[in-house]
């Protein structure tokens, strides 16, 4: 079993407290594609997709603040931290400044916005919509131009809170 935690989504119940967690379906892909950040300049959440920052300025990862973040600068989706008594307290979140731990390739649960279908295109939210106002987070649509596609994403599930993500990014 990895630092980061794996889910067995067989168990009823354990999906919304695995946001954030690997699939282990491919042993190994369990430890060469998760990256960790030196910097985030605000708090993250496990289960967003984060974006290379375009100034390092504040570290080098961020939020989704355009469709050119998500097309130009990907970087994958943030999963829960390593450190064990926060997972232990449920605390799925990175502080300012805090190293983040991300997946870039490889299957990861996230939480969606709107339903989802299986093999369905990723869309990542960069401005406040109709459908929701988290940036960074996943759904299966353009939501009023306010998500913008990620290439060589794809949902793995039928779902309508919870889902799993594939990724191939660079």
Known sequence: MSAFGWLNPGIVGEVPRALGLLEPADPALRQSYVRSSALCSAPIKAGLFVVRRSTDADGDLSLPGSAADITNRPRGIVIVPSDFEQRRLGIWQYDAFDPVNYLSNGKV????????????????????????????????????????????AQFRTHAQRYALVALNLP
């Open 109 to 152: 649960w996230v939480s969606v916005e709107s339903p989802v279908a299986e093999f369905g295109a990723v869309f990542a939210r960069f401005a406040a919509g109709p459908g929701g106002s988290d940036l960074g987070a996943l759904r299966g649509d353009a939501d009023s131009n306010t998500c913008a596609l990620v290439a060589k």
